[in-house]
């Protein structure tokens, strides 16, 4: 290898090792014992994927329709089914083929990206180093980690290497740029948490209004014209690699709660979400200052506190409440725990997993950055934050409000919160671009002391701010009410301390970082022990926050987690009902709508999904809330079996109104429109009468029924995509069937003996109807949405052009360009400047000594 190469690599080299080795020890329970984290989202994922799996595994196909929730619904967000997208190898190969739910995988992923972001920010190896290692193991990378956000996490973890790219064409690397660019955002879409990516857009283009802006004044519109025109092509085409995901997924997004309803008092909110929904999660303006001080807010339902007088009196006592209703102690000890963590928090969100903490050290040096850098990245790192900050603060800052009215795609999102995963990644980047700018000779010492001074006052003055106001603070909870007067007090004493608590230790680690950086302007130490010091501070810090979280009971044996859904009697008592297609009402676990463990077993009238149909959540508000009292509503899902009960005690109840999975009506009642259709279902006989919207009428012109006692239709194949029929009848019938309404030119075709025939129109608000001819016929109903068949094309072309543009863009830079150098650091003796240094030495005294010798 080029000398030159291997000198410039190794460090990078080493950097991976250090950061494979942190990742490694950081979960060690899982990496080196085999242990797992419960990561309750990613149980009820499992739930909602098991039919499509087990298809999948049994066929080689994994089917784009399941109906193993909601009575059936579209699997595009629930099941990877993408084929033709080319990058999904690479995808593959970045998570060590370990998958996105890897927590090894997923936290060296984010480092490495991370790591290539600063790089590009030209900042040393060493501080890229330490600000990779912090965005890895940052609290909110554990909470969704913890709780089991893989998508999130997976997201995330690729969004800084799109960053990077974006830079480096901003840098002139229009090839390499680009082809980086496309890949990556490639990348990012295809791990399928599109609220990521796109609030990660936003803050790209206030990285481009920052260049537009610097190139109207340097007077340089065409290299702003010509970057900015590579990265919308390069996004064009990330996106077109990603056609067979996105296009289905937009279709199918018009009919859940994310669009429009039928009913009139839903009407006037237009589609997406609604205000109270989408910023359900806002994080409270004050409740910002936890990005510094951790347990400001009282921490999250995630973490423990033991050793507080509420733990040591509630817990016991929860505890044992729980094992008297027939928990398992290991359980009912858990349980306990989430429950009495869940009380500290105070702030305005209904929950949190964990207060988010960027840590102490950051913070400061964000601060200090602000001062220190200059230039645009500085500006985009600054303003990024804090209008990423600014998104999670949700509908307690009135330009969210606007953002939601007017700004496209912004009503489409819930949770605004995790703007902050964002934030953070800005915090790091100009925290270490600051860092790096305190120790190079480049910089002023007067603005470094100045600097320093304004960062520590700041920063530290809002930590003695907290210590201070923690006398005179409310601490109370929304959930207080809830409690007791006299836990209430227990509560808010609790929250006092551990605000003071945790006030003084940010303040320590801001004083410990300011004092070392002190000592080295004065000249006491050199710029390399300096920024290695606060670089393990800073990751001591955020490690020790971790460890409220992450704690060794957190892990478990595998087993364990396989066994936390486990069939009931009732479950294996349905399972013996050989008929392939019927649904089942589970009562027995809690609210069937919060959760997919019937999902397991059975095809669930129930389920959990944040995209649900909209016509099923208005049937659910409207019926299903209280689904035994209509039996009716129940029997047209084909609701076979309705388990109620609790625990070993439930009991499968078999439901007399279900209808099975197709049937003739004798009459049908054209209705005006959503509200009138909605109204008639309280009362109707499904069984002999269907009602029909005034809108999909058009099919039933001319059409009287006449019964036919003899006629019969049923189901000889199940299939999620493909579902065979045959009927017989002497008359021409209206046949409506158990299934979802879902629009027809979204991909649902209905074929009368082998041939497509005229379309399913809806009945009864929510299912399938079609006129049926007189005779003896097969039916068959396929899900080929175009969408995605299509969708699959664009794929395959789009991402062979990425990936060409890549490896071109790599052939093109090594070709005419060396690896860059790893150190950046004007001060920072290294082993490169060591060796140069030494061979100039050794010529100069070579010289000289040719000198003495000529003068003798």
Known sequence: MNTTIARRLWPHLAAFGIMLLIAAIFYKPAVFDGKVLTQPDNVKAIGMATEIRKIEKETGKAPLWTNAQFSGMPSYQIHQTIEGNYLKPIFSLLFLWQGIRSYFAVTLLAMLSCYFLLLTLKIDWRLALFGAIAFGISTYQVDLMEAGHSTKLATLAILPAVFAAAVLTFRGKYLLGGGLFALFLGLDIYANHVQITFYGLLLLAIFGLIELVNALKTKNLAHFGQAAGILVFASLIAVLCNTSKLWPTYEYSTETIRGKSELKDKASLGGGLTKDYAFGWSYGIGETLTILIPQFMGGGAAQTFKGTDSYKRVFPLLENQLIKQGTPRADAKKSAERQLASMFYHGNQPFVGVAIYFGAIICFLFVLGAFLAKGDLKMWLLLGGLFAIMIAWGNNFFVNILLFDYFPMFNKFRAVS?????????????????????????????????????????????????????????????????????????????????????????????????????????GKIKALPTILAIGLFTILDIWLIDTRILY?????????????????????????DKDPD??????????????????????????????????????????????????????????????????????????????????????????????????????????????????????????????????????????????????????????????????????????????????????DFLLRAARLPAGKHALEMRFEPRSFYLGEKISRAASGLTLLLFFGGLVFFFKNNTLPEAEQLDEVETPSKKLRRTKVKRTQAKVSSRRRRSKK
């Not at 907290?466 to 601490?475: E, K, P, Y």
């Not at 060794?552 to 013996?576: F, H, N």
């Not at 076979?640 to 197709?662: C, D, E, T």
């Open 582 to 763: 019927f649904r089942v009402l589970d009562l027995a676990r809690g609210n069937p709508f919060l959760n997919t463990a019937t999902s397991y077993f059975h095809k669930s009238v129930g389920g959990y999904h944040a995209a649900k149909l909209m016509r099923y959540q208005d049937l659910i508000e409207h019926y299903l809330n209280t689904p035994t009292k209509y039996k009716n509503i129940l029997g047209m899902l084909n609701t076979k079996y309705i388990i109620q009960g609790r625990g070993a005690v439930a009991k499968a109840i078999r439901n007399p109104s279900a209808l099975g999975n197709a049937w003739f009506v004798k009459e049908y009642q054209i209705v005006a429109d959503g509200d009138a259709e909605m109204d008639g279902l309280e009362k109707l006989e499904p069984g002999k009468e269907a009602l029909i919207q005034q809108k999909f009428a058009a099919p039933l012109q001319g059409l009287t029924i006449i019964p036919d006692s003899n006629a019969y239709i049923r189901l000889t194949h199940y299939h999620p995509d493909t579902m065979r029929y045959e009927y017989e009848a002497a008359t021409e019938q209206l046949a409506v069937f158990s299934e979802v309404y879902y629009p027809p030119e979204k991909g649902w075709s209905l074929y009368l003996d082998g041939k497509k025939t005229d379309p399913f129109f809806k009945a």
């Open 418 to 522: 995790m703007a902050l995963g964002i934030a953070q990644l800005a915090f790091i980047g100009l925290a270490f671009l600051g860092l790096q700018k305190m120790v190079d000779k480049t910089t002023p010492l007067a603005a470094k002391k100045k600097a320093l001074y304004f960062s520590t006052g700041i920063v530290g003055g809002l930590c003695i701010l907290a210590l201070l106001g923690s006398s005179f603070m409310d601490f109370s909870g929304n959930n207080d009410s809830n409690f007791g007067p006299d836990l209430t007090a227990l509560l808010k004493a609790d929250r006092a301390s551990i605000l003071r608590k945790d006030a003084l230790r940010s303040l320590l680690f801001i004083l410990l970082a300011a004092g070392l950086l002190w000592t080295y302007l004065l």
């Open 552 to 576: 060794p009971e957190k892990y478990e044996e595998p087993s364990q987690v396989e066994a936390s859904v486990q069939p009931l009697p009732a479950d294996k008592k349905i399972l013996e």
